[in-house]
């Protein structure tokens, strides 16, 4: 497949390049140089595979606006997959960022759905919401909706090479995590597997890392939001730590965010938490990035964690239970429109907050206060 740029001026942010490296390695002199475009796809792209071809779909009519990169690629036998990474909006540096990310885990596939049905509204509005047009102008909007496409062919949790992306990252948990649960370095055949002892990290968690650094850590404030679905019977915001108990340095920050939303949103139906208070894991990773972003004390890297609750839609439907992908995916369609209106939501939040970011954040006046309530309702409740 190939993917080629034709020429228009707007004068809006528009595509440098793209090359799907199925078929030609990304080559940086194909950039647009100022003109803006329209995207084609050359060749049948992945007809069979839904989400992806959905990504392609929206990559192709979003044309002009999307930056698109294949980030990295899969292999699963014969067939090789793409992990697209895409931006939309204002590179200046200067400006705040929020990175959209789903399919880390291939059997939840809701969280993709999410991340797409979000990219989907954006690049049908950008012709003529002019507002929307605005908006960009004052952030950066980085998307990966398919972290794991083998994962997701093959209707596996971890990747082809039986790793758990989201235990697979340089950190071990400081309190001992659940058996098994927690990461696990005993067998690619048992779930939640870490990968070998030493090993550099698997090219997937790679391609992630070099976005979050290239969008990321040249930015003073930046949201990323990954979308997963799990058990229990609520919808949960995670913000780290997984490997330990411990509060993040950015905890006044996270409860300005929770408290913005709350009052905007006195309806919603999140619970905000630290994902230490379900359980303790080694080798998540954002854990490992917001480690890596606040090496720099200026710098405000606030990674989230959507938890969809699958439950609530296997106790309205029960047969779900006898499907692999039914306990993580609403299986009825009138369940799944409504789960992604009430995500996508949650996501334009995420990017209109961080536009506004210095109109919420507490300063240094008040941050100390905002870190000792933080403390209570998460951490001193917790330990009671
Ligand atoms: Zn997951």
């Not at 950039?31 to 779909?57: K, N, V, Y």
């Not at 794991?148 to 039986?162: E, S």
């Not at 710098?299 to 609530?312: A, C, D, Q, V």
Request: charged share 20%; proline share 7%; aromatic share 10%.
């Amino acid at each position: 497949m190939k993917i080629s740029c034709s020429a228009g001026r707007d004068g809006l942010y528009h595509s440098r390049q793209l090359l799907c490296a199925c078929c030609n390695p990304p080559d940086p002199g194909a950039a647009c140089s100022g003109i803006a475009g329209r995207f084609e796809l050359h060749g049948m792209g992945h007809p069979d595979f839904t989400e992806l071809h959905e990504l392609e779909a929206l990559i192709a009519d979003g044309g002009h606006w999307l930056e698109t990169q294949v980030a990295c690629e899969v292999a699963v036998g014969e067939r090789r997959f793409p992990v697209y990474a895409l931006a939309l909006g204002n590179p200046d540096p200067a400006l705040p960022v929020v990175g959209f990310f789903g399919g880390f885990h291939g059997l939840e596939r809701i969280g993709t759905a999410v991340v797409l049905a979000y990219l989907r509204t954006l690049v049908r509005r950008l012709p003529w919401d002019s507002i929307l047009q605005r908006q960009l102008e004052a952030v950066r909007l980085v998307f990966m909706p398919i972290v794991n496409p083998g994962g997701m062919w093959r209707g596996t949790r971890a990747n082809p090479n039986g790793v758990d992306l989201m235990r697979n990252a340089p950190v071990e948990a400081q309190e001992k995590p659940p058996f098994l649960l927690g990461g696990q370095r005993l067998s690619a055949r048992l779930p939640w597997y870490r990968g070998p002892q030493g090993a550099a990290m698997e090219a997937e968690n790679l391609a992630v890392c070099r976005l979050v650094e290239r969008e990321f850590l040249s930015r003073d404030f930046g949201i990323a939001i990954d979308c997963h679905s799990g058990f229990g019977i609520s919808d949960r915001i995670w913000f780290p730590y997984a490997h330990t108990a411990t509060p993040i340095a950015h905890l006044p920050e996270v409860l300005a965010l929770k408290e913005i939303y709350d009052q905007a949103h006195p309806n919603h139906r999140y619970v905000f938490e630290p994902q230490s208070r379900q359980y303790l894991a080694h080798g998540d990773l954002w854990d490992y990035l917001y480690q890596r972003a606040s090496a720099a004390p200026e710098r405000i890297f606030l990674p989230l964690t959507l938890e969809m609750g699958s439950w609530l839609w296997v106790k309205k439907n029960p047969r779900q239970l006898f499907s692999r992908h039914g306990m993580f995916n609403p299986q009825i369609e009138h369940r799944q429109q409504r789960v992604l209106r009430r995500h996508v939501a949650w996501l334009d939040f995420l990017a209109r907050a961080a536009c506004g970011y210095r109109l919420w954040l507490p300063d240094a006046a008040t941050r100390e206060r905002y870190r000792e309530r933080a403390l209570r309702h998460w951490y001193w409740r917790a330990k009671a």
